[in-house]
């Protein structure tokens, strides 16, 4: 993957956080997502995030797997730690890195294939046992690497812009974190950027798994080939000698609209998305509520946004295990190893 810096000269009238830094130090490399792509509005919250929070970038760790929303951890904090693990398997890293130094901020990053699909198992591990990080899917149905294939995430019937209708039933990661014990889950679009930035900054103060799980319309394989921007309109009307495929440049989609109320939006492709906002009347505390509403909505063909489910009093997995204070990296090889005598101790104890 190439990457193109972004120029170290910046205005000095630029506004500056408690520690100093202005929103182009939690910038990244330049983009090389498709023009308009959700990913990169939800890369430019989670930038104004970490600058509204005055968050440190060496005390954060980003994690990430395969897929296109797994590239985007390129874009932001240039001065975090990172690790790009393999497809689905970014969980299992953050588990280890977690349970290594639980005095880092952690934030994945993953996607509606790499959580919904391969990684649903080591998804599903992680939001039982309260790993304590932020987890944001940045969700669009579809496999925006391979051309376009449907994603568990995506509804049954849709079609994708090759006219083919999708056959099974779409899997809601929000219900089904809240029904494993995660403490935090909210969902949101990529465009609403009023309602996504404090969520993002909620879910970075919550202890345990929050998810965050982000609608963010793909502007390359939102299209139906019955659409005049499609691929395949492309192709078939293009009378250039070769056959070289073209990405058109999209624009990206911003919503704004209050809480309670829900608003219809027109994706890349022209198909329509409803988006509906929690009231100020809903209670997220209560688990029961958040499950039914996500449902009910499901079943007015709405899509439920805003913070969903909340446990302020839940754990994290440090303290269920009973952990050391001290991180793990931090203890001597004779803390860690104490001797043959401290190990017959304990297999005595547990006799």
Do not use: W
Request: glycine fraction near 8%.
């Amino acid at each position: 993957m190439t990457y193109i810096k972004k120029p170290l000269n910046h205005h000095p009238n630029l506004e500056i956080n408690e520690l100093g830094l202005t929103r182009r130090d939690y910038e990244g490399q330049v983009s090389s997502l498709c023009a308009g792509c959700g990913h990169d509005s939800i890369s430019a919250a989670i930038i104004e995030a970490c600058f509204q929070l005055s968050l440190s970038s060496h005390q954060i760790a980003k994690l990430s797997g395969i897929g296109c929303s797994s590239k985007a951890p390129a874009y932001f904090l240039n001065q975090s730690h990172g690790f790009n693990s393999v497809h689905g398997r970014m969980p299992s890293i953050g588990t280890g890195a977690n349970l290594a130094n639980h005095e880092l901020l952690y934030l994945g990053i993953s996607g509606d294939g790499d959580s919904a699909s391969i990684g649903i198992g080591q998804f599903v591990h992680a939001a039982r046992r309260q790993l304590n990080m932020t987890y944001i899917i940045e969700n669009n149905g579809t496999y925006g690497l391979t051309k376009g294939q449907f994603s568990a995430t995506n509804d049954k019937e849709s079609k994708s812009k090759y006219g083919e209708e999708n056959l099974f039933p779409s899997i809601d990661l929000a219900s089904l974190a809240i029904q494993l014990g995660a403490g935090f889950v909210a969902r949101s679009f990529s465009g609403d950027k009023e309602q996504l930035v404090p969520l993002i900054k909620a879910a970075f103060k919550q202890k345990g798994f929050a998810l965050l799980d982000i609608l963010s319309p793909c502007v390359t394989f939102n299209n139906h080939n019955t659409s005049t921007k499609s691929f395949d309109y492309i192709r078939e009307h293009n009378e250039a000698l070769s056959r070289t495929d073209f990405v058109p440049l999209g624009k990206e989609i911003k919503v704004d609209y209050q809480p309670g109320s829900e608003i219809e939006i027109s994706l890349h492709d022209g198909s329509r998305l409803r988006l509906e906002k929690t009231s100020s009347g809903y209670d997220p505390r209560n688990r029961k509520m958040a499950v039914n509403a996500i449902q009910d909505s499901i079943e007015k063909g709405n899509v439920l946004t805003g913070l969903l489910y909340i446990n302020e009093d839940s754990n994290d997995l440090k303290e269920i295990l009973n952990l050391t204070d001290t991180p793990l990296n931090k203890l001597s090889e004779k803390e860690l190893c104490p001797g043959s005598e401290s190990l017959k101790k304990i297999n005595e104890s547990l006799r």
